[in-house]
């Protein structure tokens, strides 16, 4: 049970700091930067599932707040009024409905990985565009148009996040048996355990 805990915390760990990493991998954009964080936010949801996927992003995103420089303009608890980071939130909302959908087929394919990263995708933007606009016209002061906002917000980007959705559900595709099997020894092993706890 231990070393099932163990694993599940390794692999949280291992995809914020992936998260993190995607955050200094970036093409500068007006007002949102494009960078690969949504990749490891399509694979944590696609390998990990909606519990363990959404952890990831959300250890990334405290330790962000906490004042670690993690995020692409830095850390610290005022990056809560950055314009971007509403994106921050939907990658945990993201990770979540991803891994939720997946863990509702038995034997999901490329077909249905794609459609649940496309999912994402778009709960990602549904929560980043909509805070994008607040930011810059609430407490930024920064009057701005709803269509230069989807102009920066979206539209700038989101093609080529769709694009990162197919070609990274093809890569998961051919890792999820591996952590469809992990994941099922630690299934098979808590179950032991439970048995072994009732018998007692």
């Known amino acids: 049970m231990k070393n099932n805990n163990t694993l599940s915390l390794t692999l949280v760990a291992i995809f914020a700091a992936m998260t993190a990493i995607g955050a200094f991998i970036r093409v500068p954009l007006p007002m949102v930067p494009f960078t690969l964080q949504i990749v490891v936010v399509y694979l944590a949801g696609s390998l990990?599932?909606?519990?363990?996927?959404?952890?990831?992003?959300?250890?990334?995103?405290?330790?962000?707040?906490?004042?670690?420089?993690?995020?692409?303009?830095?850390?610290?608890?005022?990056?809560?009024?950055?314009?971007?980071?509403?994106?921050?939130?939907?990658?945990?909302?993201?990770?979540?409905?991803?891994?939720?959908m997946i863990e509702r087929i038995p034997q999901p394919n490329v077909k249905h990985i794609i459609a649940a990263?496309?999912?994402?995708?778009?709960?990602?933007?549904?929560?980043?565009?909509?805070?994008?606009?607040?930011?810059?016209?609430?407490?930024?002061?920064?009057?701005?148009?709803?269509s230069h906002v989807l102009a920066a917000g979206l539209f700038s980007t989101v093609g080529i996040d769709l694009v990162l959705a197919i070609f990274t559900s093809m890569l998961a595709v051919r890792l999820y048996p591996i952590f469809r099997k992990s994941h099922s020894r630690r299934k098979v092993r808590q179950d032991n355990s439970e048995n072994v706890r009732s018998i007692g």
């Open 48 to 100: 990990l599932g909606s519990k363990r996927g959404v952890q990831s992003q959300l250890v990334y995103l405290f330790v962000g707040l906490a004042g670690l420089p993690v995020f692409t303009q830095g850390g610290g608890l005022a990056y809560v009024l950055q314009p971007t980071f509403g994106y921050l939130i939907g990658f945990c909302a993201g990770a979540y409905a991803i891994g939720f």
């Open 117 to 146: 990263n496309l999912l994402g995708t778009i709960i990602i933007y549904a929560i980043g565009v909509p805070y994008l606009y607040a930011a810059l016209n609430l407490w930024l002061n920064i009057p701005t148009t709803v």
